[in-house]
């Protein structure tokens, strides 16, 4: 057995879990292409801004 952590099988499992539980998983890089994209497309969002709007998804729970 392999002591190696495979990332993209804990990933999978914890979107699982997220769809059992009926609700989204928070995902940081996905937050983070959203931000990158509205500051290429309009307003731009702070460093500030970025890390309040990760702080209200981390918490959410729909």
Not at 14 to 42: L, P
């Amino acid at each position: 057995m392999s002591d190696r952590v495979d990332h993209a099988h804990i990933e999978r499992k914890r979107r699982e879990i997220a769809r059992i539980e009926g609700g989204h998983a928070y995902s940081a890089t996905a937050v983070d292409a959203a931000i990158a994209q509205s500051n290429r497309a309009g307003r731009r969002i702070s460093k500030r801004e970025g890390e309040r709007i990760h702080a209200l998804l981390r918490g959410w729970r729909g």
